[in-house]
């Protein structure tokens, strides 16, 4: 690699396997000055292809420098200096190191120019962000931590097959547009990989049941980089694939939906991605240089008020144990600030004028209306009014106004988070106020320069402001006089999960009935049939194999499996294993057609 | 300071509610006499108070629509989407 580029997300994996080596005073500055280093690669990066490697018959990008890896680069490794800001005071450095793993794995994805880098990185990513779930060391952390691998895994080896069969089709590993107009097998085999990070319905109940379960710091990144890393990947793949306009639209509805119903406060954030992400994929869907522009727009903006929504909500979490509305509630007396800084995030999400999401929701909206597409534009709108109800006045009505259900022991605990996670969520605060209010900043990292130009002379016209005040204030007005309505109940809501969790059992008891009868009837057939010589020799050097050689080699490979076996007890059901194994399984099947 | 400012809003919670309306008023005012409507994609947007009537019929919408998916009984049955907070660990 030329001086030119050094790859933050190689500074980020680097910075992350050094960490447990920095100890003592040391250790804090370490956790601020790598991510910031990552920051500065992205800053002076030039326009350019950077690190080919030939692997095999293979050429790997790992760096293509372009206006729209950038945007998603800038604001990446900024995201990553206020979340380890943020999680500066957890002490276990396992959890900052699967955090910079993490965004190293998001970065990768978004500088690679070709599918096995990007393939690679898009594994890294999930096998690293699953470990900010299982520090959580609840006992449902396991099992939670355990199907977010499993979805991903499957997701991952669907993007496989489907890059694998374009390989094939047309010899080309390139990471860039596909023909959106022609689309063939391998193109919504790639779409279905990309859209389950994104996700979009029927493919996303993963994001709710993990990002509700990471650790507070963990959320922080988690609800930054899968979603909009997959974001990226289809505006760089898939731009003006039409079908993804439909399933932005859905998924902008179906998150408002579940929103309402949502008891507990991360899971509320959570589902709000499902319909954020939603009018980024809308935006890929449409396609043109304003709704691309309007997607990068919408992501850098997301990635910032979302985090500090995250932050808000996980300070509570952090300070009193609890983040469920039915256990929460007139907290303003003990927590004002976190309050201050979760309305901000609220004010932003919900696209209020001057702050970030008004300049960059609108303009995919706008997109819409300048294609024609006054459907999706208007459902777009109605879930906006969505928005502002569930993230601006239901996340802090329910927990720092309204009824107080606070127990005792809660309400004594309640009080402003320690002083670096105020700094990050003042940093977040600052920046969701600043992009609103001095629309060049962001409009001028966007890839089309001419369009954004464009759209700053419309953003902030009186009949733009007009509009979004109004929805808001009578979404305001709508949400006081039912307030009643909106009385946080103790329940979960059943999503798609279900099919997997339920679905899973249904399974095992087919692993556990049948299929082990036949197990056990083929090995009594199998031992009557006289194969004890055969096996006493195949025993023998088994054990030569195992002892004598492996034990030189395979030393680690025993001390991972040891730890497996460990976290395997603590399972409940090896279902997660059968289904791994199978999925794996036709993978290679898929691989071997192909190639064979 | 903080805490002092939101508790004399609170004091004087009334006040506040009438000053809202207020706000409410007038933007819809507003809108009628001095927003240029140029920028106006389709002919209803034109109507006065267009989208103040358009935010609040979302609202109450989505609160109405949701909560009936939430707590209605699919498939003839008990099954509900808002189910018992321990449903899978039955």
Not at chain 1, 462 to 474: D, M, R
Not at chain 1, 497 to 525: N, S
């Given at each position: 690699m030329t001086t030119d580029f050094i790859h933050p997300g190689f500074v980020l994996i680097f910075g992350a396997l050094l960490l447990p080596f920095i100890m003592g005073p040391l250790r804090k500055p370490y956790l601020m000055i790598v991510p910031i280093l990552a920051f500065a690669c992205v800053l002076r990066m030039q326009d350019g292809i950077y690190g080919v490697v030939h692997f095999m018959d293979w050429q790997l990008t790992f760096g293509r420098v372009d206006n729209l890896s950038q945007v998603f680069g800038y604001i990446m490794t900024l995201m990553c200096i206020i979340g380890s800001m943020y999680g500066l005071h957890v002490k276990d450095p396992k959890e900052h190191m699967a955090a910079w793993m993490y965004v190293g794995g998001s970065l990768g994805v978004i500088y690679c120019a070709d599918y096995i880098t990007l393939f690679i990185f898009w594994e890294l990513m999930a096998f690293s962000s699953v470990f900010l779930v299982w520090f959580r060391k609840r006992k449902q952390s396991l099992p939670t931590g355990f199907r977010y691998l499993l979805v991903h895994t499957a997701g991952g080896l669907i993007l496989l097959a489907g890059f694998v069969l374009r390989y094939k089709a047309t010899g080309a590993l390139d990471f860039n547009l596909l023909d959106v107009d022609h689309p063939t097998l391998y193109t919504y085999l790639i779409m279905v990989g990309f859209i389950l990070n994104a996700a979009v319905p029927p493919f996303h109940a993963w994001l709710p049941d993990a990002y509700g379960e990471a650790t507070v710091s963990g959320a922080v990144f988690m609800c930054a980089f899968t979603t909009k890393t997959a974001v990226y990947a289809l505006a760089r793949g898939l731009a003006g694939l039409d079908i993804l306009i439909l399933l932005g639209v859905?998924?902008?509805?179906?998150?408002?939906?579940?929103?309402?119903?949502?008891?507990?406060?991360?899971?509320?954030?959570?589902?709000?991605?499902?319909?954020?992400?939603?009018?980024?994929?809308?935006?890929?869907?449409?396609?043109?240089?304003?709704?691309?522009?309007?997607?990068?727009?919408?992501?850098?903006?997301?990635?910032?008020?979302?985090?500090?929504?995250?932050?808000?909500?996980?300070?509570?979490?952090?300070?009193?144990?609890?983040?469920?509305?039915?256990?929460?509630?007139?907290?303003?007396?003990?927590?004002?600030?976190?309050?201050?800084?979760?309305?901000?995030?609220?004010?932003?999400?919900?696209?209020?004028?001057?702050?970030?999401?008004?300049?960059?929701?609108?303009?995919?909206?706008?997109?819409?209306?300048?294609?024609?597409?006054?459907?999706?534009?208007?459902?777009?709108?109605?879930?906006?009014?969505?928005?502002?109800?569930?993230?601006?006045?239901?996340?802090?009505?329910?927990?720092?106004?309204?009824?107080?259900?606070?127990?005792?022991?809660?309400?004594?605990?309640?009080?402003?988070?320690?002083?670096?996670?105020?700094?990050?969520?003042?940093?977040?605060?600052?920046?969701?106020?600043?992009?609103?209010?001095?629309?060049?900043?962001?409009?001028?990292?966007?890839?089309?320069?001419?369009?954004?130009?464009?759209?700053?002379?419309?953003?902030?016209?009186?009949?733009?402001?007009?509009?979004?005040?109004?929805?808001?204030?009578?979404?305001?007005?709508?949400?006081?006089?039912?307030?009643?309505?909106?009385?946080?109940?103790?329940?979960?809501?059943?999503?798609?999960?279900?099919?997997?969790?339920?679905?899973?059992?249904?399974?095992?008891?087919?692993?556990?009935?049948?299929?082990?009868?036949?197990?056990?009837?083929?090995?009594?057939?199998?031992?009557?049939?006289?194969?004890?010589?055969?096996?006493?020799?195949?025993?023998?050097?088994?054990?030569?194999?195992?002892?004598?050689?492996?034990?030189?080699?395979?030393?680690?490979?025993?001390?991972?499996?040891?730890?497996?076996?460990?976290?395997?007890?603590?399972?409940?059901?090896?279902?997660?294993?059968?289904?791994?194994?199978?999925?794996?399984?036709?993978?290679?099947?898929?691989?071997?057609?192909?190639?064979? | 300071m903080l805490v002092k400012l939101i508790d004399y809003l609170r004091d004087r919670l009334k006040t506040v509610i009438r000053l809202c309306y207020v706000v409410l008023g007038l933007l819809v005012v507003y809108d009628v006499t001095f927003v240029d409507k140029h920028a106006a994609h389709t002919v209803m947007e034109h109507l006065p108070g267009f989208w103040s009537v358009f935010g609040f019929i979302a609202c109450v919408l989505i609160i109405i629509l949701s909560k009936w998916y939430g707590h209605v009984k699919w498939f003839g049955g008990n099954f509900r989407i808002m189910s018992p907070e321990d449903y899978y660990d039955n």
């Open positions: 859905i998924m902008a509805l179906y998150g408002v939906v579940y929103a309402v119903l949502e008891n507990d406060a991360r899971r509320l954030l959570a589902y709000h991605i499902i319909s954020q992400v939603g009018y980024m994929v809308a935006g890929v869907g449409i396609g043109t240089q304003m709704a691309i522009n309007g997607a990068c727009a919408h992501a850098f903006a997301h990635i910032l008020y979302k985090g500090l929504l995250f932050m808000g909500c996980g300070s509570v979490l952090y300070m009193t144990g609890k983040s469920k509305f039915s256990e929460l509630g007139g907290l303003y007396k003990k927590m004002p600030w976190a309050f201050v800084f979760t309305l901000i995030g609220g004010l932003s999400i919900s696209a209020f004028p001057l702050f970030s999401g008004f300049v960059s929701k609108s303009m995919i909206v706008y997109a819409g209306f300048e294609e024609h597409l006054y459907w999706a534009a208007f459902l777009l709108t109605l879930a906006s009014a969505g928005t502002f109800l569930h993230t601006g006045l239901k996340v802090p009505y329910f927990i720092w106004f309204g009824k107080n259900n606070c127990s005792k022991e809660t309400w004594e605990k309640a009080a402003d988070p320690p002083w670096n996670m105020n700094v990050a969520m003042a940093v977040a605060s600052f920046l969701c106020i600043f992009i609103g209010s001095y629309t060049p900043y962001l409009y001028k990292m966007l890839p089309y320069q001419h369009e954004a130009a464009d759209y700053a002379l419309h953003v902030y016209s009186s009949y733009h402001v007009s509009e979004s005040l109004q929805i808001l204030l009578f979404t305001a007005l709508g949400f006081f006089l039912l307030i009643k309505k909106l009385t946080p109940e103790p329940t979960i809501s059943i999503d798609m999960d279900w099919f997997y969790r339920m679905g899973g059992r249904g399974f095992f008891w087919l692993a556990r009935k049948p299929i082990q009868a036949f197990d056990t009837w083929f090995g009594e057939v199998y031992r009557t049939v006289g194969l004890y010589p055969l096996m006493t020799t195949a025993k023998f050097w088994s054990w030569f194999d195992w002892h004598g050689i492996d034990g030189v080699v395979d030393g680690l490979a025993r001390t991972v499996r040891s730890m497996g076996t460990r976290l395997r007890t603590v399972q409940s059901g090896r279902l997660q294993y059968n289904i791994y194994y199978a999925v794996t399984i036709v993978a290679v099947l898929i691989v071997a057609y192909v190639f064979g | -």
